[in-house]
């Protein structure tokens, strides 16, 4: 079984950063491709990026290109999702998932999430 926990959400004026954590432990951490999600108030789920299992690999979203960064630490089985240049569009719930395989990940067909975060971006 595999356990994701997303950690540091909050509240945050446009302009603004945060950082969120996604400790997951279970599986063979080291060896899965993990990836954020976030669904808005009214809206379906919508893929944000995701991480190969070595870091080695990256993909983005248009829409926070240049602005997110995701990366791992796989001696802690930890993924982080460093936001910056925060805009009122990225106010949403963040989760993250995690599947051995990237196409799985990248498509949001996972059964591994996590209970999510709220990022809140005040105009």
């Known amino acids: 079984q595999v356990r994701l926990v997303e950690s540091g959400g909050g509240l945050v004026q446009a302009g603004g950063s945060l950082r969120l954590s996604c400790a997951a432990s279970?599986?063979?951490?080291?060896?899965?491709?993990m990836g954020w999600f976030r669904q808005a108030p009214g809206k379906e789920r919508e893929f944000v990026a995701a991480?190969?299992?070595?870091?080695?690999?990256?993909y983005y979203t248009d829409s926070v290109k240049g602005r997110f960064t995701i990366s791992r630490d796989n001696a802690k089985n930890t993924m982080y999702l460093e936001m910056n240049s925060l805009e009122p569009e990225d106010t949403a719930v963040y989760y993250c998932?995690?599947?051995?395989?990237?196409?799985?990940?990248?498509?949001?067909?996972?059964?591994?999430w996590g209970q999510g975060t709220q990022v809140t971006v005040s105009s």
């Open positions: 998932t995690t599947d051995a395989r990237w196409n799985t990940v990248v498509g949001g067909r996972s059964d591994y």
């Open positions: 279970g599986r063979t951490f080291n060896k899965y491709a």
């Open positions: 991480i190969s299992w070595s870091g080695g690999a990256t």
